[in-house]
């Protein structure tokens, strides 16, 4: 009977899982919604394109470079106590940024938001054990409520951004977080488990055994990389991209010879489920981001829509992604996660073979069907993708994992970014939407191919 309870049977933990998710929702929902206020910042600052963007780009390598840290963070010294003091960092300085008194400070702010937001999903996933003891379910359950944050914030971004925006400015984008990280404080100390006993000593030892070259290492080359990709300086991008390579060859050479290492590159070698996971999300966010990232360019510039419909229109991918969700989890208790993650990405494939009908039109009806077909198996995909990764690692490992998982989804979007600005290159229409489609089936068949290789991790 104790595995049929739900979630919500239990306040206790239908509480700590609301915090939980509320402060997951926050990284997504930021690294979108200041899409819309790119105009204004422009005109406040007295900004060109180029240097506006590095208000994403901050946001988006701290996010990605940051997640992982944060997870072994959780891992060490507790989830409950850093998910606390990542939320206090982005409440007190979104209620500083505001006020900053030019744009660097802008950019400074937005990436002390993202390493705050960083701590909340490896957290939640460290503490995911014991919530489902706490209330006696499957570990799918609270874990599936906070892919469900994870996956819908993003998408409905744009549209809260631009209501934030175009009611009160941009200042606003910054202080919308102050009650919401505020009120994930509060729910999580009241009511999440308490941190069981981590890693203790004089700050000489833990300073000693965190293993700070590796870290530094692997950050640096997550950032050259990104920017690389990103064409963030473009005289210097082979420079860029050199350089990260270096250092992850020394980040590579200093895990395999120092003990505790940041990340075990041996026992992740081992790990094939794991590897699959990471490789099969990182390609599956890149065909999502596709269509999130490429559809709207193509209703506003081939379809004539204005920026408030393009935003209705990518609405149910969001809204569909959350209604099934809850009924992904309660397949993936049934049928396992295998069978749920090959569905899923079926679905994936009919999905992004009929966005090949935008070819021929961009009718409201038909968009409106489309962005909702595209968000059922982005919903089954991401809570299945999310499970694969939780049941593949070891308790004490599941923070540094869900961080990487986070970068993964990271890598997917930028890499989509990249190959979009290559296909629009030529001109945003209808033709060159045809020919990213048939990238689309291309990365799903790949995704398919890596769902079918994994098998679920046992002892």
Known sequence: MGQTVAVSNSPRTGLAVAGLSLGTALNPLNSSMIAVALVVLRADFGLDVATVTWVITSFYLTSAAGQPLMGRLADRFGPRRLFMLGMALVAVTCALAPFAPNFAVLCVARAFMALGTATAYPSAVVMVGALAKQAHVKSTRPLGRIQMANTSAAAVGPVVG?????????????????????????????????????????????????????????????????????????????????????????????????????????????????????????????????????????????????????????????????????????????????????????????????????????????????????????GVVSIASSQGMYVSTRPEERGVAAGIFQTCRYLGAITATVLIGIFYGTGVNQANWGLMVFVMLGLGAVVFLVSLLWRERRG
């Open 162 to 378: 631009g209501l934030l925006v175009g009611f009160v400015g941009w200042q606003a984008l910054f202080l919308v977080n102050v009650p919401l990280s505020l009120a994930a404080i509060l729910l999580v100390r009241r009511f999440a488990p308490a941190d069981a006993d981590r890693e203790r000593g004089r700050v000489s030892e833990l300073l000693r055994d965190s293993d700070i070259p590796g870290i530094l290492a692997f950050l640096g080359s997550m950032v050259l990389v990104m920017m690389a990709l990103l064409n963030v300086l473009p005289a210097y991008r082979w420079w860029l991209l050199g350089g990260g390579a270096l250092m992850a060859v020394l980040f590579v050479w200093r895990e395999l010879r120092f003990a505790p290492p940041f990340v075990d590159l041996r026992l992740l070698g081992r790990n094939r489920p794991l590897l699959l996971v990471y490789l099969g999300f990182a390609v599956f966010s890149g065909v999502y981001y596709f269509a999130f990232f490429g559809l709207p360019q193509l209703l506003q510039e081939a379809g004539g829509y204005g920026p408030g419909v393009v935003g209705l229109l990518m609405l149910p991918l969001a809204a569909m992604s959350v209604v099934v969700t809850p009924f992904a989890v309660r397949a993936i208790d049934r049928f396992g996660v295998k069978r749920v993650l090959i569905a899923g990405v079926v679905l994936l494939l009919v999905a992004s073979g009929a966005m090949w009908l935008l070819t021929a039109s961009l009718a409201v009806p038909l968009v409106f069907a489309l962005t909702a077909l595209l968000g059922v198996p982005y």
